[in-house]
């Protein structure tokens, strides 16, 4: 029996005895879905991070190099 990997929707044998990553068609796509399932459980609380780094824009230096020669 062949049905649609969940993850994927590649076909996917979903007998385990012909695929042991049934009902999704590789491991790949069982970790997906069990990555997405540890993010529903582990939600993590969205941090607002605002704190930007100040790179440090070079200071205006004016040492005076823009007085007109003439
Ligand atoms: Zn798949």
Redesign the pocket.
Known sequence: MVRP?P??E?D?LADRAENEFAP???KR?RLIDLGRWLDESYRIPAVEDDEVEDEGAPPTSNSGRDERTQ
């Open positions: 990997c993850i994927c590649r996917a999704f068609c590789s796509c």
